[in-house]
């Protein structure tokens, strides 16, 4: 039996919906970005990347690649997890990543930001396997709060959607 037999396959996702204020196209110049990420993230959690990507957006890097390597970092100064970064699909319309780490054996995080008129609706999917499969329960709860937290953040930044009359 090899090691990977020893615990049974988990893959664990979850997703999340947002309707925050703005149009699609503004809000994906200011959120595709290393430090639109950053932002949602903080102070819980901050990701680390080289100055070359640091400075563009996201829907205008390589896809299908490994790009570089993030340092993941807890309240922004203990580093937690090394992550490989890769993006499969990138545009204004939102990216499709697909990494690697020490923790994870693939993480895959979709990011989908959608007009609806004078607002706009952020979807994140993600989906992961940890390479020691019992941490992935452990897991998905505190990614869920991640999540919950990037979205209060946009909400914060946003504001929550203009009602229709």
Not at 11 to 32: K, M
Not at 40 to 46: D, G, K, Q, T, Y
Not at 123 to 148: A, H, K, W
């Amino acid at each position: 039996m090899t090691p990977n037999h020893l615990y049974p396959t988990s893959v664990q996702s979850f997703s999340r919906q947002t309707r925050i204020t703005g149009r699609a196209p503004d809000i994906a110049e200011e959120t595709l970005t290393m430090s639109g990420v950053n932002y949602e993230l903080m102070p819980v959690i901050c990701m680390t990347a080289p100055k070359a990507w640091r400075s563009q957006p996201v829907y205008t890097w390589p896809t299908g690649r490994h790009l570089f390597r993030s340092l993941i970092l807890f309240f922004g100064f203990i580093p937690i997890d090394l992550h490989c970064f890769g993006i499969t699909e990138a545009s204004l319309a939102g990216f499709q990543e697909s990494s690697c780490s020490i923790l994870m054996e693939f993480w895959r995080h979709q990011r989908q930001i959608e007009n609806q008129g004078e607002n706009t609706l952020i979807t994140d999917r993600v989906e992961f396997q940890t390479r020691i499969r019992p941490l992935g329960n452990l897991l998905v709860p505190v990614y869920r709060l991640v999540f919950s937290h990037r979205h209060k953040r946009l909400l914060q930044r946003y504001g929550s959607e203009k009602k229709r009359r």
